[in-house]
């Protein structure tokens, strides 16, 4: 069994900048493509960022292109997102997901995921 835990929401002003983490227990990390999800309230849950296994492949969803970051170490079974320049509509639980097995060629879908954390929430007040 995987399990994933987030960590590093909060409260933050529009324009700064927050690190979320995402610890993974169980299964290998190393060989799942890992990804960020966000569901803001009333919204359907959409994909944030993902990078591959060995962490050359970054992809990036359009509303965050230029502004987040994800990242990983292997070696602490970590998977990291850096968000700058923060608005008010990344508002938003942050999940973490991982995808065994795949060879990552774009953004994750919610279809590929084989296990979630249960997610951090992120305010950012204007």
């Known amino acids: 069994q995987v399990q994933l835990v987030e960590s590093g929401g909060g409260l933050v002003q529009a324009g700064g900048s927050l690190r979320l983490s995402c610890a993974a227990s169980?299964?290998?990390?190393?060989?799942?493509?890992m990804g960020w999800f966000r569901q803001a309230p009333g919204k359907e849950r959409e994909s944030v960022a993902a990078?591959?296994?060995?962490?050359?492949?970054?992809y990036y969803a359009d509303s965050v292109k230029g502004r987040f970051a994800i990242s990983r170490d292997n070696a602490k079974n970590t998977v990291y997102l850096q968000m700058n320049s923060l608005k008010p509509e990344d508002t938003a639980v942050y999940y973490c997901?991982?995808?065994?097995?795949?060879?990552?060629?774009?953004?994750?879908?919610?279809?590929?995921?084989?296990?979630w954390g249960k997610g951090t929430l992120v305010t950012v007040s204007s």
């Open positions: 169980g299964r290998t990390f190393s060989s799942a493509a």
């Open positions: 997901a991982a995808d065994h097995g795949r060879v990552l060629l774009r953004l994750l879908r919610s279809s590929d995921i084989d296990h």
């Open positions: 990078i591959s296994w060995g962490g050359s492949s970054r």
